[in-house]
């Protein structure tokens, strides 16, 4: 039972985590993501830490992606532009990029070393307590970084999106009548 759990939630987690690196629209790639960090969720809950499922659907899947949307329609972003398509070298670098990656993960799978290099879990690992004290002690200051960058990042999206809308400043808005 835990395998077949294991499998839906992970294929969900891979199908939905390429859709959004693939679609062009950016509401239903963040959908997409809400899938990702759900299935995600789930896979935490199988390994037995429920208090980081918890957190990853409160805070990433409640919080933070209410934001994206939220700044994603505020920007009033619609789908990209269809551009004429063109090999770039980002391209051959991105395709080769995920080729390595796909090798080695297959000779992890094949030579049998992906068992034995995981950690056995223990209740240390995934208590309430190990895990505050790790945040608020030696991640205190990446966790306050991430907090201001978020905090930075909807102030700026704001801003852009009411420079846009000024007609003084060259903005697209209509003039009132």
């Known amino acids: 039972m835990e395998l077949a759990v294991f499998l839906i939630f992970g294929v969900a987690a891979l199908v939905s985590s390429i859709v959004v690196i693939a679609h062009r629209n950016p509401v239903y790639a963040t959908m997409s993501l809400v899938v990702t960090l759900v299935s995600t969720a789930v896979l935490f809950v199988l390994l037995g830490s429920p208090f980081l499922a918890v957190l990853q659907v409160l805070l990433y899947t409640g919080a933070i992606l209410v934001l994206f949307l939220f700044v994603i329609m505020l920007l009033n972003l619609g789908r990209e532009r269809g551009a ?3 090999t770039s070298p980002q391209a051959w670098i991105v395709v080769t990029l995920a080729l390595v990656f796909a090798g080695t993960v297959a000779r992890l ?4 070393h992906a068992a034995s290099t995981v950690p056995a879990l223990r209740p240390g ?3 309430l307590r190990a895990i505050s004290e790790q945040l608020f002690s030696t991640y205190l200051l990446p966790f306050e970084i991430i907090g201001l960058l978020l905090l930075v990042a909807v102030v ?12 003084a400043a060259g903005g697209s808005a209509e003039e009132p009548r």
């Open 109 to 112: 799978f094949l030579d049998g």
């Open 125 to 127: 690992y995934v208590s």
């Open 84 to 86: 004429p398509r063109r």
């Open 156 to 167: 700026a999206a704001s801003w852009v999106a009411r420079r846009a809308d000024d007609p």
